[in-house]
């Protein structure tokens, strides 16, 4: 009874994605025997891979709050105001949505903006030092 909608098909996608996103981010950027040619290969993969993570969620987001809407919201089955006459319930749901592409659309600004990105590493800056590293280890 599972997967017949495309909020369930998008949520899936959605989720498998961030988890080969986290792995190939642990394994680019957190192991120390990744070089760092593969970091620099890996860079704009795993900006644009993230920024597609999160169009999708609000995508998977926004179909699950309509699916529910649907299923809840019919005056023959449970006896509440269809949606279709826009009850508190709807106006609420509806608004949450609108403040989810809202928060989406302002976070792919800010990703966009060139003055708020990290500027790509020198040449003195490319050696390697292992992120899981101690600050003030002498080793």
Same mark, same amino acid.
Do not use: R, T
């Given at each position: 009874a599972n997967l017949y909608s495309l909020h369930s098909w998008i949520g899936i996608c959605t989720a498998a994605l961030f988890a080969m996103q986290w792995l190939l981010g642990f394994a680019g950027f957190l192991l120390p025997c990744s070089p760092v040619a593969l970091r620099k290969l =890996?860079?704009? *993969?795993? *900006?644009?891979?993230?920024s597609s993570i999160l169009m999708l969620s609000m995508a998977a987001c926004i179909s699950g709050i309509n699916e529910k809407l649907f299923f809840v919201l019919k005056a023959a089955v449970n006896g509440s105001q269809p949606y279709s006459s826009l009850p508190a319930e709807a106006v609420l749901a509806?608004? =949450? %949505? +609108?403040?989810?592409? +809202?928060? %989406?659309?302002?976070?792919?600004?800010?990703?966009?903006?060139?003055k708020w990105q990290r500027a790509d590493p020198g040449p003195e800056d490319l050696t390697y030092t292992s992120l899981l590293q101690e600050e003030n280890d002498e080793s």
């Open positions: =890996l860079k704009p *993969v795993h *900006v644009w891979l993230g509806n608004s =949450l %949505g +609108a403040l989810i592409v +809202a928060f %989406g659309l302002v976070v792919l600004m800010i990703l966009s903006n060139g």
